[in-house]
């Protein structure tokens, strides 16, 4: 454009993307073959840094109990339970999650499920 040319008033642009869900929301998703962005999910990085810090208050007997534990923080023992397993999980998952490149399986209410302890068989694909 030159100075001469006159600006547009309008102008339209055309983003090709699908809706789809991703642990209950509704999320926006680029064409097959685009580069996704990194996006970490807060909610799952919050969970994993509360598994650790509970699992090393447990192993240095700052609390000897999960029930313990769970009532200084004002949750239920089953839930701290689930949260806890979440120190369980293979170290590619959890650098991913950290990275924001984890698989779109991979959200919280899926981690908070019991998972194989083997680190192969969680989340495999295919």
Known sequence: MTRSTPIPETVTLHVPFRLGKRGGRKEMQLPEGAKKPRRTDSTLIKALARAFRWKRMLDSGEYATIGELAGREGIAPSYMTCVLRLTLLAPGIIEGILDG???LEVTLAQVLEPLPVEWKR?????
């Not at 969680?122 to 295919?126: D, L, N, P």
């Open 122 to 126: 969680q989340f495999t694909r295919g």
């Open 101 to 103: 490149k984890q698989w």
